[in-house]
């Protein structure tokens, strides 16, 4: 049974934080795999500046290359949308691997407004990775409310298969303050140049 940290995003681009954010997950949480879920399109975030899928899951493989880390278009094969389901149908299509969520300091203060968010937090465990500058935003989130009474110990982090579900853990990692926001200010047209 493989230990499978999931990443659904954008990628709009994959960047060498991605890379490195999934590699000490992968150690901080004993996992075999990162799979990263390139999103068709994230509800949450406008489509202006969105770069066309092809792009964004090339610029996902390319960055995962020679590294325990799958792009995945899960997501557009699958036909979900929503995070929420696009777990449920992970666990049903692999049934056989054990998998936690992963998400960045910066969306747990949108964890609220995420499809049936409660619910997804009772069928998978959340690491949660540290982004400079978000710490504070993420522990005052409004969905930390509920999910406060779930927190377990980063340093007990590689033993989440055993824990009961919500379960959410805050994991410490060495920060990089690569942004795909600022790439994308550097050269909107990214997707377009010839790789």
Partial sequence: MARIGLLGGSFNPAHIGHRKVSLHALRALGLDEVWWLVSPGNPLKAKKGMAPYEARLASARQMAARAPIRASDF????????????????????????????????????FHQWKDWRKLAKSVPIAVLNRPGYKDDARAARAMGWLRWFVRPSAKASEWTEWRLPAITFLRLPPDPTSATRLRALNPDWHKDPA
Avoid: S
Avoid at 79 to 88: L, Q, S
Avoid at 89 to 106: P, S, T, V
């Fill in 75 to 110: 997501e557009v094969k699958a036909g979900t949308r929503y995070t929420v389901d696009t777990i449920a149908a992970i666990r049903k299509r692999y049934d056989q691997h054990e998998f936690i969520w992963l998400m960045g300091e910066d969306t747990v203060a949108q």
